[in-house]
């Protein structure tokens, strides 16, 4: 079945780096755009950043550009996000999505917990 | 910049219809999605381009977009559909924006 995997979280000190990747199976990865979403404690969804299914194009949000870069392997099926220069308020669950049409996400990973504090 | 507004609760007696409404400048010309997210759990599309359901969601949920507002509606809501809800769009730019969130409370 689609499945997205989430792994590379942890527990970073503000201003250092994470890489987060994302393992896709069950679908064909290099057909589809992909999202990188996040969920700080109690509080709703932020999209992050899209990357398009050939990398040709990437969108960020304001929040994070300049900081992280999203980016893709479609010989290992793999989605990542490098995080730079983390601050406290990017602590939160991040979670890769699938795109189906028109940017929306058809399937979600479990997510994986990024917690920024000294 | 643009917003997606939500209110932050509605409540709907189960068996009755909820409305889950998304307000944004112009958001009719765009197209809406909707996600379902239980607590502790991953959210879950259940309209996507304004009106279609994802395979595996009930007929109950439906979708419609006019104007400046998109709204989600569950007919015959059930307890299992207490969750916060999210709208979705995007602008051409490739700005992706979510609602701050709806929870829905079935009592």
């Known amino acids: 079945q689609v499945q997205l995997v989430e792994s590379g979280g942890g527990v970073v000190q503000p201003g250092r780096s994470l890489r987060l990747s994302c393992a896709a199976s069950?679908?064909?990865?290099?057909?589809?755009?992909m999202h990188w979403v996040r969920q700080a404690p109690g509080k709703g969804l932020e999209w992050v950043a899209f990357i398009s299914y050939d990398s040709t194009n990437t969108y960020y949000a304001d929040s994070v550009k300049g900081r992280v870069t999203i980016s893709r392997d479609n010989s290992e099926n793999t989605l990542y996000l490098q995080m730079n220069s983390l601050r406290p308020e990017d602590t939160a669950v991040y979670y890769c999505?699938?795109?189906?049409?028109?940017?929306?996400?058809?399937?979600w990973g479990q997510g994986t917990t990024v917690t920024v504090s000294s | 910049s643009y917003d997606l507004t939500q209110l932050p609760s509605v409540s709907v007696s189960p068996g009755q219809t909820a409305s889950i409404t998304c307000s944004g400048d112009g958001l009719g010309d765009k197209f809406a999605s909707w996600y379902q997210q239980r607590p502790g759990r991953s959210p879950v599309q259940v309209i996507y381009?304004?009106?279609k359901r994802p395979s595996g969601i009930p007929e109950r949920f439906s979708g419609s977009n006019s104007g400046d507002t998109a709204t989600l509606t569950i007919s015959g809501t059930q307890a299992m559909d207490e969750a916060d809800y999210y709208c979705q769009a995007w602008d051409r730019s490739g700005y992706v924006l979510f609602g701050g969130g709806t929870k829905l409370t079935v009592l």
């Open positions: 999505a699938k795109v189906l049409y028109d940017f929306s996400m058809d399937v």
């Open positions: 381009q304004d009106t």
């Open positions: 069950g679908f064909t990865f290099r057909s589809h755009g």
